[in-house]
Structures are given as structure tokens and as C-alpha cells.
């Protein structure tokens, strides 16, 4: 059973950044790929960002696009996202995911959830 587990959350000014880290169990990067995903209240999970196994190829979603950062550290078992320039539409609960396959931002084709971590962005 793959595991992840998310941190990093806080409050945060607009304007401010914050990087969220997913941890997750060991795994064949060959074959699964993360994503990050986030829910705010009232509103369904989206898709925010991914790293592709097949080819090592990043996605984002158009509201983070030039805002938004995915990296990864092989040798930690950790999955990062660098949030810049936040705004208050980004507060929700952001998630990390796993799924066999290439990368995509649509919640539904991930097997393997975080309990996710909150990101409240407000002066």
C-alpha cells in the first residue's frame, strides 16, 4: 500500500509563499506519478500540479501557471510544491497523490491519497 503524508500548510499573506512537502513510501518512479490537488469549501478537488514517471514532464493548472513549482527529491522520498504570489483563491486543503501511469491533473485517476494539509492565504 503506497503511503503519503502532506506538510507545510499554514497561513499565509497574499503576496507570500509556502512550500508544501509530500512524503511519501518508497516506490518505482518508473511507474507512478504525483500530483498535487486542493479543495477549497464548498467547491470540488482540483487538479493543481503533477510529475509525470514516463517521461519526467510537469502539468499545471491554468490558475497556477508562472505562480507554481513541482519538485522532487528521489533520494527523500518527497514530492515539493513552491507556491509564489498567493492569493486568497488559493486557500483550500491541498492533497498529494499517487497513481500508476503517467501524470494527469484529474482527481479521479489517482489511487493513493494524503490526508492532506490546510492553506489558508488572508491578511
Known amino acids: 500500500q503506497l503511503q503519503l503524508v502532506e506538510s507545510g500548510g499554514c497561513l499565509v499573506q497574499p503576496g507570500g509563499s509556502l512550500r508544501l512537502s509530500c512524503a511519501h513510501s518508497?516506490?518505482?518512479?518508473?511507474?507512478?506519478?504525483i500530483g498535487w490537488f486542493r479543495q477549497a469549501p464548498g467547491k470540488e478537488r482540483e487538479g493543481v500540479s503533477y510529475f509525470s514517471s514516463s517521461d519526467g514532464t510537469t502539468g499545471f493548472a491554468d490558475s497556477v501557471k508562472g505562480r507554481f513549482a513541482i519538485s522532487r527529491d528521489t533520494s527523500k522520498n518527497m514530492v515539493f510544491l513552491q507556491m509564489n504570489s498567493l492569493k486568497s483563491e488559493d486557500t483550500a486543503i491541498y492533497y498529494c497523490a499517487a497513481r500508476r501511469g503517467a501524470g494527469s491533473l484529474s482527481p479521479g485517476w489517482y489511487a493513493y491519497w494524503g490526508p492532506g494539509t490546510q492553506v489558508t492565504v488572508s491578511s
Open positions: 518508497e516506490f518505482t518512479w518508473a511507474y507512478y506519478s
